[in-house]
């Protein structure tokens, strides 16, 4: 199994900026992508970004190109999600999923975190 948790939600005005964090552990998690998603109320969950094992590969939703950026550091186990350029439309719950690169990136991981809040008020 593996234990995913998010952090660093919150509220910001629009055209503000955030950094999530997504802290993965257990036996499984090795070599494993990982990737953010994120479900607004009323809506079903999208996929927002994804990053492989080696950081190498990137793949971002186009709603998102240009003003977020997923990275990563494999000694911490952990990713991050650096939110620019915020804006009302973005506000949802982020949640971080890890898995092979071919589900993370297509929004189907099987191992979730609980999600972080993230407010953009206009």
């Known amino acids: 199994q593996v234990q995913v948790v998010e952090s660093g939600g919150g509220m910001v005005q629009a055209g503000g900026s955030l950094r999530l964090s997504c802290a993965a552990s257990?036996?499984?998690?090795?070599?494993?992508?990982m990737a953010w998603c994120r479900q607004a109320p009323g809506k079903e969950r999208e996929f927002v970004a994804a990053i492989s094992w080696s950081g190498d590969s990137t793949s971002y939703a186009d709603s998102v190109k240009g003003r977020f950026a997923i990275s990563r550091e494999n000694a911490k186990n952990t990713a991050y999600l650096q939110m620019n350029s915020l804006k009302p439309e973005d506000t949802a719950v982020y949640y971080c999923?890890?898995?092979?690169?071919?589900?993370?990136?297509?929004?189907?991981?099987?191992?979730w975190g609980q999600g972080t809040q993230v407010t953009v008020d206009s």
């Open positions: 999923g890890v898995d092979v690169f071919e589900l993370v990136v297509s929004g189907r991981p099987r191992f």
């Open positions: 257990g036996r499984a998690f090795v070599r494993l992508a």
